[in-house]
């Protein structure tokens, strides 16, 4: 079955420490995209990528990076200097940039403590 | 830029209409969208609507569009238990990055 997959689905993490979220689909899409959500909050933008080997940052980037060395994977790593790191971040993709549907994963729940 | 704002929550009884309403800003948006996310899960595509449109059917879905006040809202007839869920309502960015910009989301109880 074609999908977009995230793992894990929960992730704690000591403060202070990098960690990377998985995102990988089988879709053939060319458009990758993260989101943070956060409770009554609409998802805000993080990083998006058009196409293999080139990202762009979306309206919240600070303290995170990303890679697109696979058309299938997106990885986004929350870094130290991420201020306030937990959240439920979402993967997503869509055939081309700015196409009409965006199929998401099912995400992953990230607690710093 | 980009304003998309929603009510927070919203209760229904089953059987009744429920109308969840979004007002956006940017009125050169090509499509408007509603998701849907059920808990712990990610968000899925109810349906779109084609700016040179007002409204959209689908099933128990309506979509109305009010392009001159920049509202938008989605109806669900018959409102069941399974469609407790948040509800996003979306716009795509005209920055020239065309994404997908999203509202607060409105938190849809369906009582029994």
């Known amino acids: 079955d074609g999908g977009i997959t995230q793992s894990p689905k929960y992730l704690f993490r000591k403060e202070g420490q990098n960690v990377t979220l998985s995102c990988e689909q089988n879709?053939?899409?060319?458009?990758m995209y993260w989101y943070r959500q956060d409770p009554g909050q609409g998802l805000r933008l993080i990083y998006y990528?058009?196409?293999?080997?080139?990202?762009q940052k979306g309206d919240i980037a600070e303290g995170y990076s990303v890679s697109r060395e696979k058309k299938e994977s997106f990885p986004l790593t929350v870094t130290s200097a991420q201020k306030n790191p937990t959240a439920f971040y979402l993967c997503?993709?869509?055939?081309?940039?700015?196409?009409?549907?965006?199929?998401f994963g099912q995400g992953t729940r990230l607690t710093v403590v | 830029g980009e304003d998309v704002e929603q009510s927070l929550f919203l209760s229904v009884r089953e059987g009744d209409s429920s109308v969840i309403n979004c007002t956006y800003t940017?009125?050169?948006?090509?499509?408007l969208y509603w998701y849907k996310q059920e808990p712990g899960a990610g968000l899925q595509l109810l349906t779109y609507i084609f700016s040179n449109m007002d409204m959209k059917q689908d099933q128990r879905l309506t979509v109305l569009l009010n392009k001159k006040d920049k509202h938008l809202s989605l109806r669900i007839a018959d409102t069941q238990t399974g469609d407790s869920a948040i509800y996003f309502c979306?716009?795509?960015?005209?920055?020239?990055?065309?994404?997908?910009?999203f509202g607060t989301g409105t938190r849809l109880t369906v009582i029994p």
């Open positions: 997503a993709s869509s055939i081309d940039h700015g196409g009409t549907e965006a199929f």
């Open positions: 990528s058009q196409i293999v080997n080139d990202f």
């Open positions: 879709l053939n899409h060319d458009a």
């Open positions: 979306a716009e795509t960015d005209q920055t020239g990055a065309n994404n997908l910009f």
């Open positions: 940017d009125s050169s948006s090509t499509y």
